[in-house]
Structure formats: C-alpha cells, structure tokens
C-alpha cells in the first residue's frame, strides 16, 4: 500500500483544495482521498499544544494552512523516507512550497532531522519574532517527548 501512495505522488498527483478531497488535519499534515501526507522537512506545533503564554500555536498553524490551502489546487511530490512509516510530500499551491510557506511566518519549525531545506525560512521568522518565534513555544518534536513521557 505504502509503495502505491509513494509511486501515485511521485508521479505529482493533483490535488484540489475545493473542501471536498483535501482536508487539513494540522499544520503540517493533510489528507487526500483517505492518504495521510505530511510536509516535508517541517514540525507544526500538535493541535492540543499551546506556548508557555498561552498562545494556542496548534490551532493557529492548522488555521494558517487552511488558509494557504483554501480553494485552491494543491500538488503534492512524495520525498522517499524508507526509515519511516509516514509519507511524507513536498505539497505546493500556485507554485509556493507549504512547508517554506509555514516557517517563514513561524508557523512551523524546520525540521532539521529530515532537511535543511526550509531553515533559511525558521531563521528569518526567529529574527522577524513571528508564530511561534512570538511566543513562549517549545519545539513540537520536544513537546511530543515531553507528553510521552507523562503519560
């Protein structure tokens, strides 16, 4: 199943925004069809996850693809990441990369684990304090450790 999703996005599935097929289950996750895909080299905060000033940083980044994404046509290209049993996609809207999109406005983190790619973005939005460089916000991969553990 995997190989068939990775092979369908490889070959730049189109995906329209226009409510029905694409929906946005977080700030860096979208579904189509039923395919979970998440951006490629970017952490959105977790819904549930709010800063240390209570800024809701979850809810605001989902808010803030919703908006990039919204009627709108979206294409997604699969990036091969054998190591995980995500999918993973470089997803674009009128030619503008989601994931630089979301951390040039602090909406996400670049995601140094699987990237360099969008860290000139994360660094420029830490330097102009946006989103969650605003904000009293730990890292999402910190803030999943930090839940795991409690629970």
């Known amino acids: ?3 068939s999703i990775c092979l369908a996005l490889a070959l730049g599935w189109v995906l329209p925004a226009a409510g029905q097929t694409v929906t946005v289950i977080d700030g860096d996750t979208l579904k189509y069809k039923g395919i979970v895909l998440h951006l490629w080299g970017v952490d959105a905060p977790e819904l549930g996850q709010s800063c240390g000033d209570g800024w809701p940083a979850g809810q605001m980044a989902k808010l803030y693809l919703e908006g ?5 046509t979206v294409t997604c290209d699969a990036k091969d990441t054998p190591q995980s049993k995500q999918s993973f996609a470089v997803c674009k809207v009128d030619g503008q990369d989601l994931g630089a999109a979301m951390a040039s406005q602090g909406m996400a983190w ?3 684990v699987q990237t360099q790619d969008y860290t000139v973005q994360d660094s420029n939005a830490m330097i102009a304090v946006l989103g969650v460089h605003a904000h009293d916000c730990i890292k999402a991969w910190e803030w999943r450790a930090r839940n795991q553990r409690q629970q």
């Open 68 to 72: 990039l994404v919204r009627g709108r």
């Open 1 to 3: 199943m995997r190989t």
């Open 110 to 112: 670049a995601y140094p």
